[in-house]
């Protein structure tokens, strides 16, 4: 990606860019559920060190906290996708969309961290990855290329994008469907995050051992038209909590 980023054109390399930003994301989730190593504390570590390579400045710290707390209350209001949900809900149209960006989710969320409403953020790290963001910066400007903290937040915003597509699919359906989550097909891999039934289920199985729980997975296409229906039509809606208790979310 940073190849790219340095030998092409940005309109050239945003694309592919964006991509493979995406897909840096997919497998930090499985450090962010405590999957490559025993002892969380190196989890972190990688996630520190990519806070700084991706110009995060703290906001995966965000991410994660939220996310273990989106598994152990999946579709239920404790849920901070369902929270989401409702702010986006009582907005118009346009600031609905916007709101549906992981970015923009993340930013809500430091505003409320900041107020001491978000308990499950660990400030520790948050301070790390600030400071990995901090260093890279000073690095960026150093080397003579000021031009990447822009491209890298131009990335970083159209990876939220992405993700707010994968969220309408994977969580959203049209009103009485009875399943959790949806699985659906795709044409590029997602590291089998798209096997999202067996993901809730089992949050701390690797991704390539992943495996299709749907009988019938939703089609390529859905990828697409789903977020046409949860943020424009406005006819999907979020789908409802899991019959059985709370899983483990991981660590």
Known sequence: MFWLLLRLPFWAALLPSAAIHHRIGILLHEYVHGIPFRKYRH?????????????SCGMFELF???HLAHHRWLNTVRDPAMQAEHRNGSNGAMLSRLGALEASQQVKFLRLYLRGKVPYVRTSQFVRGLLASLFAIIGWCYFGQPWMLAKLAVLTVATSLLSSFRGAVEHHGPPGQTAFSNEYRVRISLFNLNRHIDHHLNPVRPWY?????????????CYWTYWFHVYVKRDYVLLPPPAQPHMDPGR
């Not at 990688?46 to 700084?52: A, I, K, M, N, S």
């Open 43 to 55: 989890n972190l570590w990688v996630l520190t060190l990519f806070e700084g390579l991706l110009l």
């Open 64 to 66: 994660r906290a939220t």
């Open 209 to 221: 051992k992943l495996r299709f729980r749907s009988e019938k997975p939703l089609p390529p296409i």
